[in-house]
């Protein structure tokens, strides 16, 4: 075989950067559009134009035991339609790059139950003491119910996870990403057609919908596919780690969201914290 067909186009690690670069562009994008939509209809659209790509990908392997593993399934796109719906509702609130910060806190917890070694405790100190430096003060005005939100949509964030690995072992390949996405645009499909009502009638904002969805969704996963058939799953970790950097990055390039030093100090404790535990979990 021709080792040339079997190389990545690029770096592997600089695909995982493009997909980290497209997730959190979508996302400001999808901020900037909550300001003419509802949270609800921005959402059902991301979604619903993602499934629609996702399943055409994936059609011909949308097979095998979905009904054994339905109830996964459905578990697994709720938990795709709350984490998104809270973290979508949550950026409507607060900065961009600290709504991530604060919804990490999911799946690091997550890394850090799984493992028992000491220095775990510094992870820990260092990620709590970042989000305590995003709670709300006299200098650092934060809408709690932003912060709220997104710590609901790390607590669906970590049973994203959880569910994702069930999935993913119960049906080949993105059939089950595919499906789920399907599922979750199905159940938002009412409160979306309600939210969005005579705004859906517009091209420009059906096609900025679109660009969310590819780039929040379709776009970064499918770069992830590929990067992880050449990574480590523990350099592919500590790589994702840099999400709340991307986020806070977006924020100020797209919507002009400017941090004080504080937030720029809580973003990076909360960042060091999840690349430490991303190297010695895996």
Same mark, same amino acid.
């Given at each position: 075989?021709?080792?040339? @067909?079997? &190389?990545?186009?690029?770096?592997?690690?600089?695909?995982?950067?493009?997909?980290?670069?497209?997730?959190q562009l979508g996302s400001a994008i999808a901020k900037s559009?909550?300001?003419?939509?509802?949270?609800?209809?921005?959402?059902?659209l991301r979604l619903g134009f993602a499934a629609i790509?996702?399943?055409?990908?994936?059609?011909?392997q949308i097979k095998g035991n979905i009904r054994s593993n339905y109830r996964c399934l459905?578990?697994?796109?709720?938990?795709? *339609?709350?984490?998104?719906?809270?973290?979508?509702?949550?950026?409507?609130?607060?900065?961009?790059?600290? *709504?991530?910060?604060?919804?990490?806190?999911?799946?690091?917890?997550?890394?850090?139950? @799984?493992?028992?070694?000491?220095l775990d405790l510094v992870w820990v100190l260092l990620a709590a003491v970042g989000i305590v430096l995003l709670a709300?003060?006299?200098?650092?005005?934060? &809408?709690?119910?932003?912060?709220g939100l997104a710590l609901l949509a790390g607590t669906f964030w970590s049973a994203y996870i959880f569910l994702s690995a069930r999935v993913g072992k119960a049906l080949p390949g993105g059939a089950g990403l595919a499906l789920a996405?399907?599922?979750?645009?199905v159940v938002l499909l009412p409160g979306g057609v309600v939210a969005g009502g005579s705004a859906f009638l517009n091209p420009k904002l059906l096609l900025v919908g679109?660009?969310? *969805?590819?780039?929040?969704?379709?776009?970064?996963?499918?770069?992830?596919?590929?990067?992880?058939?050449?990574?480590?799953?523990?350099?592919f970790?500590?790589?994702l780690s840099l999400e709340p950097v991307a986020a806070a990055l977006m924020g100020f390039l797209v919507l002009k969201e400017t941090l004080t030093l504080r937030a720029i100090v809580a973003i990076l404790l909360v960042t060091i914290a999840a690349v430490g535990v991303s190297k010695k979990s895996n």
């Open positions: 075989m021709n080792k040339r @067909n079997t &190389d990545p186009l690029l770096p592997p690690t600089s695909i995982v950067l493009l997909s980290i670069g497209s997730t559009l909550i300001k003419e939509l509802n949270p609800i209809a921005v959402l059902f790509v996702l399943l055409i990908l994936w059609r011909n459905i578990l697994f796109s709720l938990s795709l *339609a709350l984490m998104n719906l809270s973290f979508y509702a949550a950026i409507d609130r607060i900065p961009l790059g600290i *709504a991530v910060t604060i919804e990490f806190v999911g799946p690091l917890s997550i890394a850090i139950a @799984n493992s028992r070694q000491f709300p003060t006299g200098g650092l005005l934060l &809408d709690p119910i932003g912060i996405m399907g599922l979750a645009a679109f660009g969310v *969805a590819m780039l929040s969704s379709a776009i970064p996963y499918s770069l992830e596919m590929e990067a992880l058939r050449f990574l480590p799953t523990r350099v970790s500590v790589l």
